[in-house]
Nanobody, 115 residues
């Protein structure tokens, strides 16, 4: 099973930007579809962005035009570039990897957006 570690979270003012990274070990990400999910207090975990092994992407309606998911297979890393952040983006952000119906999750990184 692949091990995933997120980094890059923190506190930012509304309108600012952050770049999250998801670094993998134990397997090559070339074989996985990847995604970013988030969970805010009192809410269910929701999909933010996904990218398949061909590089095709999909985004939640709430983040389209503001967030960009990308992958660097040579570095075994997936990124989430977040721009024009809003207070409602505040959540713990999780990276995941999918192969053959089996999902692996990272530990999460906190993103807090102040008004």
């Amino acid at each position: 099973q692949v091990q995933l570690v997120e980094s890059g979270g923190g506190l930012v003012q509304a309108g600012g930007s952050l770049r999250l990274s998801c670094s993998a070990s134990g397997s090559t990400l070339r074989d996985y579809a990847m995604g970013w999910y988030r969970q805010a207090p009192g809410k269910q975990r929701e999909m933010v962005a996904t990218i398949n092994i061909s590089g095709n992407t999909d985004y939640a309606d709430s983040v389209k035009g503001r967030f960009t998911i990308s992958r660097d297979n040579a570095k075994n890393t997936v990124y989430l570039q977040m721009s024009n952040l809003k207070p409602e983006d505040t959540a713990v952000y999780y990276c995941n990897a999918l192969q053959w119906g089996i999902v692996s999750w990272g530990q999460g990184t906190q993103v807090t957006v102040s008004p």
